[in-house]
């Protein structure tokens, strides 16, 4: 059974930076293509970042230039450093492979960007 656990959410002031963690269980991230997704109160989930099993990434637009995404196979963890955070970031973030599996969804956690 996969698990996805997501952590490192918080609240946090414009400009400023966090760095989420998804940690996997029943499932290798190294094998797989894993994205962080995103939902806004009353919007659709978005895919915000997306790392390939070769470790090629790509990005939504819309944080280009100032998300990272990453792994780390020995701990099969996932990343995302949100660097320069803007109010429009605030969202439950959520890791899960590309595309979804609808059984693979965690409780996500969140990030609030507010002064």
């Known amino acids: 059974q996969v698990q996805l656990v997501e952590s490192g959410g918080g609240l946090v002031q414009p400009g400023g930076s966090l760095r989420l963690s998804c940690a996997g269980s029943?499932?290798?991230?190294?094998?797989?293509?894993m994205g962080w997704y995103r939902q806004a109160p009353g919007k659709q989930r978005e895919l915000v970042a997306t790392?390939?099993?070769?470790?090629?990434?790509n990005y939504a637009d819309s944080v280009k230039g100032r998300f990272t995404i990453s792994r780390d196979n020995a701990k099969n963890t996932v990343y995302l450093q949100m660097n320069s955070l803007k109010p429009e970031d605030t969202a439950v973030y959520y890791c899960?492979?590309?595309?979804?599996?609808?059984?693979?969804w965690g409780q996500g956690t969140q990030v609030t960007v507010s002064s």
């Open positions: 790392m390939s099993s070769g470790g090629s990434t």
């Open positions: 899960n492979r590309v595309p979804v599996r609808v059984n693979y």
């Open positions: 029943g499932i290798l991230f190294s094998i797989n293509h």
